[in-house]
C-alpha cells in the first residue's frame, strides 16, 4: 500500500495563521483590559492609603542653648528657624536658630518687674504682662521676613500697649484678656472676691468701659475669655461659672459641674480649642474632656461631648493654631497628638528624656518649639489628614454647633478654623437615591417595551423602532441634564399636580384603553395589522397628557386645596425645584436606551422553535411569553438591568444639574441629593492638591469604582446561574 504525505497548503497555513493571531489578539486585549482595572484601582489606592496614616514627629530637628534663663513665653515662626523667648524680667527677645550667634536678632524691654502673664491662645500671638501697680504692657511678637531677590532677611518686632487694669491700690490675683479688631478687653479677679472688666479701643490707654460682677466669688482658680470677648469663663474648682456679653454688661449664663461625669477627680486645667468653640477640661486623672455649646429647645447650654484617655502624668496641653485637635506632654517624655472631630490618637511616643516646661507651635502647625529648663528644641510634625477616620467617614459626629451627632459632608468654609466634616455617608445615601428612583422609572418602561418590541410588534415596526431607542443613547448626559435643570424642573415645580397625577393615570389609561379595545368588534381589529397597536394608543397617552396639564388648577383645587405646596409642607414634606422625582425622569431617559436594547436583543435572540414548539403545545402567547421566552431571556434581561445600574450610579451632569446638590439625608422625592460623582466633578478641580479633602474625593472614587465593579461581577455570576437553570429549554 502506498504511504501519503499529509501537508496544508497555502490557503490553510494562511488561515491558521490568522485564526492564531486573532487569538492572541483577543487574549492580549482581554489581559489588557484586566491590567487597566488594576491599574486603575492601585493609582486610587495609593492617593486613599496615606489617609489612615499616623503622624509622624521629628523630635529635636534643631536643639540648642541660649543665654536666656527663666523662660516665661515662647513662640516660633513658620520656617522653625526662629524663636521668640520672654524671661521673668520682661525682657522680650528674637533668636535665630541653627547658628552659633550668642546674641538676639532684636530685643526689648517691656515691663519690670512683672507679678503676672496672661496669654491668649497661640494662634493670636498676643500676651500680657502686669506689674505691682496694676499696669499692663499688651504685646504680639512679630516674624516678619524682607523678600529679596536673593535672600530672606528677618526683620522681628513687637506689637505693644499700655494699659491700666485695676485701681493701682487693687490686689489682683487673676485677670486674663483678649484683644478683637480694634478693642481690647480685661477681666480681673480681686482680693476683694469680686470680678472687674475693663474694656476700650486698643490703642488707647484709657479703659473708658467698666463693669463688676454684682455677685461676689469667694474663690477663681482661672479666668478664661474667649478671643472675641463675647463669654468669660470663671472657674473654681469643678464648678464653671459661663457669663456672656450683653451690650454693657456680662449675665452670668449658667453654672455647670465639670466633674459630674467624673466624681472623684478635680479639675486641672482648661484651654480653649482652635476656634474658641470647644473648652478642653483637663482632669487629674489624665482625662480630658471636650465642652461646647449645645443648643436644646432654643437655649444654648454647655455639654461634654466627648473624652480622651490620655497616658499618665500629663503635664500639659498644647492646643493646635487652627485644627480641631491638641497635643499632651507628659512627665516621662511621651508626647501624644489627639484629634477631637475624628476622636482618635494620631500620635503616641516618647519622644523627650522628660517633659518640657514649655511649648509652642507655629501658626503652620510644622513646628513645635519646647525649651526644657537648659535649652531650646524644635521638632517637626507631618500631620496631614488628622481628621480622617473610619468612624468620621462612616459614623454620626457631633460637630460643634450641632444640637445632636449627625451624618454631615461639609468640606469647605470661609474660616481656616472651620471644623471639616467629611462623612461619606449624606453622599453615598444621595447617590443610592438617585439610581433608586432612576431605576424605579426606566426598569418598567425599558424591560416592557423591550418584550413588546421583540415579542409582539411587526418587524416592519421594529426596525424603526430599535434604531429610534438606540440612538436617544447617543445623547450626551449634559444635554438631558440641561434640559432637566433649566425647563423640566419649573415645568414639574408649576404643574406638580399634574406630573404626578399622570403617574396614575397613564398606566390606567392605558390599561382601560386595551380594555376598550378587546370589546371592539373582531371586524374593527382585523383591519390593523398585529403589531401596530401601539400606534393607536400614542394618541390616548397624547389625549390624556393634554387634559391633565390644561385642568391643572382645577384638579390642585380639588385634591390639595388650591396649593399642593402648602399641601405638603402641612404635612411635613418639603419640596425643592430640583429634586428626586426630576432626576429619576432624567437620568431614567438616558438609561431606558441601555436597558431597552441589551433585555430587547435577549428576548428576541430566544430560538423560533421554542416559541413555536409551545404554542404547538396549546399555550397561548402570554403563557408562552412567560413561562418559556422570559425564562430563557432572563440572563440577559438581569444583565440589562444591573449595567443599568452601573450606568445609573456613576452619571454625573445630571445629578449635577438636576438636583440642588444638597448633601441631605431623605428618601423624600420631593427633596434633592448630592451624589458621589456629582461631588467629586464639583469639588475636586477646587481642591487643594494633597490634601485631605483631595484624596477622600479619590476615596469616594474607589467607592465608586469598587461598587460598580462588585454589581457587575454580581450580575455576570447570576446570568450564569440562570443560563445554567434554563439552559435545558
Same mark, same amino acid.
Given at each position: ?37 488594576? &491599574? ?16 509622624? =514627629? ?7 542653648? &541660649? ?107 487673676? =485677670? ?76 452670668? *449664663? ?167 466634616? =467629611? ?27 423591550? /418584550? ?54 397613564? $398606566? ?6 386595551? =380594555? ?9 381589529? *382585523? ?7 401601539? /400606534? /393607536? ?97 432572563? $440572563? ?43 461631588? /467629586? ?49
Amino acid at each position: 500500500m502506498a504511504q501519503s504525505d499529509f501537508s496544508l497548503n497555502q490557503r490553510d497555513r494562511q488561515r491558521i495563521f490568522k485564526d492564531r493571531f486573532i487569538r492572541i489578539a483577543v487574549k492580549c486585549g482581554g489581559v489588557a483590559v484586566l491590567g487597566a482595572l488594576v &491599574l486603575i484601582f492601585v493609582y486610587l489606592a495609593s492617593v486613599v492609603i496615606p489617609l489612615f496614616s499616623g503622624a509622624k =514627629f521629628h523630635s529635636q530637628v534643631i536643639h540648642q542653648a &541660649l543665654p536666656i534663663a527663666h523662660v516665661k513665653r515662647i513662640a516660633i515662626d513658620d520656617y522653625g528657624k526662629h524663636l521668640f523667648a520672654l524671661n521673668d524680667d520682661g525682657m522680650a527677645q528674637f533668636w535665630s536658630l541653627g547658628t552659633k550667634s550668642q546674641h538676639p536678632e532684636f530685643s526689648q524691654q517691656l515691663m519690670m518687674p512683672i507679678s503676672q502673664i496672661a496669654t491668649m491662645p497661640s494662634d493670636y500671638g498676643w500676651f500680657a504682662l502686669r506689674d505691682p501697680s496694676n499696669h499692663v504692657v499688651i504685646a504680639k511678637p512679630q516674624f516678619k521676613y524682607q523678600i529679596t531677590s536673593n535672600t530672606r532677611q528677618f526683620k522681628p518686632y513687637l506689637t505693644q500697649y499700655n494699659y491700666q487694669l485695676a485701681p493701682a491700690d487693687s490686689e489682683v490675683n487673676n =485677670f486674663t484678656f483678649v484683644v478683637t479688631g480694634d478693642e481690647v478687653t480685661f477681666a480681673s479677679y480681686l482680693a476683694d472676691k469680686s470680678v472687674l472688666l475693663r474694656w476700650g479701643t486698643k490703642g488707647d490707654s484709657q479703659l473708658i468701659h467698666q463693669y463688676r460682677f454684682p455677685s461676689l466669688f469667694d474663690h477663681l482658680d482661672q479666668l478664661l475669655m474667649t478671643p472675641d470677648g463675647k463669654t468669660l469663663y470663671l472657674r473654681n474648682g469643678n464648678d464653671l461659672i459661663v457669663s456672656e456679653r450683653k451690650k454693657d454688661r456680662f449675665v452670668v *449664663r449658667e453654672i455647670i459641674d465639670l466633674a459630674e461625669k467624673h466624681p472623684k477627680e478635680k479639675v486641672a486645667n482648661i484651654r480653649l480649642l482652635a476656634g474658641a468653640y470647644s473648652l478642653l477640661v483637663r482632669y487629674q486623672n489624665d482625662t480630658v474632656s471636650q465642652w461646647f455649646d449645645v443648643l436644646n429647645n432654643g437655649q444654648r447650654s454647655l455639654q461634654e461631648i466627648r473624652e480622651f484617655q490620655l497616658a499618665k502624668q500629663t503635664q500639659f496641653l498644647l492646643p493646635d493654631t487652627y485644627r480641631k485637635g491638641f497635643y499632651s506632654f507628659h512627665r516621662d517624655g511621651t508626647v501624644q497628638d489627639h484629634y477631637t472631630t475624628s476622636h482618635k490618637t494620631v500620635f503616641s511616643k516618647k519622644v523627650f528624656s522628660k517633659a518640657p516646661l514649655l511649648a509652642a507651635m507655629s501658626d503652620n502647625e510644622r513646628y513645635v518649639l519646647t525649651w526644657n529648663g537648659q535649652q531650646f528644641a524644635v521638632s517637626e510634625m507631618t500631620n496631614d489628614y488628622p481628621e480622617v477616620s473610619i468612624s468620621s467617614l462612616w459614623e454620626k459626629v457631633w460637630y460643634e454647633h450641632y444640637p445632636e451627632p449627625q451624618y454631615v459632608w461639609q468640606s469647605t468654609s470661609a474660616s481656616d478654623k472651620f471644623e471639616a466634616k =467629611f462623612s461619606l455617608v449624606p453622599i453615598a445615601f444621595g447617590t443610592l437615591k438617585a439610581a433608586f428612583y432612576a431605576m424605579l422609572f426606566a426598569v418598567p418602561i425599558a424591560v416592557f417595551g423591550a /418584550i413588546y418590541t421583540a415579542y409582539f410588534m411587526t418587524p416592519k415596526m421594529r426596525r424603526i423602532v430599535k434604531p429610534t431607542v438606540e440612538l436617544m443613547e447617543a445623547l450626551p448626559t449634559v444635554i438631558i441634564g440641561f434640559l432637566a435643570g433649566l425647563w423640566f424642573a419649573p415645568l414639574v415645580e408649576s404643574h406638580l399636580t399634574s406630573v404626578v397625577s399622570l403617574m396614575i393615570l397613564l $398606566p390606567l389609561s392605558t390599561m382601560v384603553a386595551g =380594555f376598550i379595545w378587546t370589546t371592539l368588534p373582531r371586524q374593527w381589529l *382585523r383591519k390593523i395589522p398585529s403589531g401596530l397597536h401601539v /400606534i /393607536i394608543l400614542m394618541p390616548v397617552i397624547v389625549l390624556v397628557i393634554a387634559v391633565v396639564m390644561n385642568y391643572n388648577q382645577q384638579i390642585e383645587a380639588w385634591l390639595f386645596g388650591g396649593d399642593v405646596r402648602v399641601f405638603l409642607v402641612q404635612h411635613g414634606i418639603d419640596f425643592d425645584q430640583r429634586n428626586a422625582l426630576v432626576v429619576g425622569f432624567a437620568m431614567g431617559f438616558a438609561v431606558i436606551p441601555m436597558i431597552f436594547t441589551i433585555a430587547e436583543d435577549a428576548i428576541f435572540s430566544v430560538p423560533k422553535h421554542l416559541s413555536d414548539g409551545s404554542l404547538a403545545l396549546g399555550a397561548t402567547p402570554w403563557q408562552t411569553l412567560i413561562h418559556v421566552v422570559l425564562l430563557t431571556a432572563s $440572563p440577559g434581561i438581569f444583565s440589562a438591568i444591573m449595567m443599568g445600574l452601573g450606568r445609573a450610579v456613576g452619571e454625573t451632569m445630571i445629578v449635577l444639574m438636576a438636583t440642588g446638590n444638597t448633601p441631605i439625608m431623605d428618601w423624600n422625592i420631593f427633596e434633592g441629593m448630592r451624589t458621589l460623582s456629582a461631588t /467629586i466633578a464639583v469639588e475636586l478641580p477646587e481642591s487643594e492638591m494633597g490634601s485631605s479633602h483631595f484624596r477622600i474625593l479619590f476615596l469616594a472614587a474607589l467607592i465608586l469604582f469598587i461598587f460598580t465593579f462588585a454589581v457587575n461581577s454580581l450580575a455576570e455570576w447570576v446570568r450564569q446561574r440562570l443560563r445554567e437553570k434554563y439552559r435545558a429549554l
